[in-house]
Each structure stands twice: as structure tokens, then as C-alpha cells.
């Protein structure tokens, strides 16, 4: 059986509020994969992978990035590196303004723009990056 966590253990270990999970687990930014149940008497229960993305949409918000900025990119990262990958099989960052996905092969996905509606803006293999 998968380990969960319940709602007030999830903002104990991200440092998020409950009204701010509430909010992006209503908004479908972020899952409560083990159970998403609605009503009163019930818990939703968020898996380990769950966290992993609680605290990256955390630090990216940290970082000034939107929540739409945020939604796009996650919804990309699904799209371009398909259903079998987790979010902690990449590393994501941002400087506040394009935001960075490395996978585990060095290629690298760059999201620049300034407009939500546009996609990803590139992609290049590491052994395009020059050193500084």
C-alpha cells in the first residue's frame, strides 16, 4: 500500500498554508493522486510525488513566477516528456522570468515567454550548453 498524507501533513512538510493546497488542489494545479475525494468527512490524501510538485510550484511561486506561468509549464513538461516520467525525474528552476527543466538525459526545455499562450521556446541537448 502507497504511504499518504493527509492535508495538514503536506503543509507541515512544504511550508505551504491549507487555503493555498486548498486552492491548487481545487484549481487542479497540483493532485491529491492517492485520494481527491469532495465533501465533508473526508481527507484528501497526497502521495509522495504529490509533495514533490507542491514544493516546486512552491519554490517557482517563491521565485516570482505566476501560477499561470507555473500551470503551462507543469502541463508542457507532462506533454513533452510523456506519462511515465515523475516531476522528480527532472530538475526545474527558474530566474523569476523563463523557467528551466533539465532531465535526466541533460537535454534542456527552456520556457520563455512572456505571454501564457505561447509554448516552449526551446530545446537543446546539453552538449549545446557552453560553459562560463
Not at 501533513?9 to 494545479?29: A, M, P
Not at 485520494?35 to 504529490?50: A, E, L, M, V
Not at 533539465?102 to 541537448?125: E, G, K, Q
Request: proline share 3%; net charge positive; aromatic share 8%.
Amino acid at each position: 500500500m502507497q504511504q499518504g498524507y493527509t492535508g495538514p501533513e503536506v503543509c507541515n512538510i512544504t511550508g505551504i498554508s491549507y487555503r493555498q493546497l486548498d486552492h491548487w488542489t481545487t484549481t487542479s494545479l497540483v493532485d491529491a493522486s492517492i485520494r481527491n475525494i469532495k465533501g465533508s468527512g473526508y481527507h484528501r490524501i497526497y502521495s509522495f510525488q504529490d509533495i514533490i510538485k507542491i514544493k516546486l510550484v512552491n519554490k517557482l511561486r517563491e521565485a516570482g513566477v505566476s501560477l499561470q506561468k507555473i500551470r503551462i509549464a507543469l502541463k508542457n513538461v507532462k506533454q513533452i516528456l510523456g506519462k511515465n516520467i515523475n516531476i522528480s525525474d527532472v530538475s526545474i528552476f527558474s530566474d523569476g522570468k523563463s523557467i528551466y527543466v533539465i532531465t535526466n538525459n541533460n537535454d534542456c526545455l527552456l520556457y520563455t515567454s512572456p505571454s501564457p499562450r505561447d509554448s516552449w521556446a526551446s530545446r537543446m541537448p546539453s552538449s549545446g550548453w557552453k560553459k562560463k
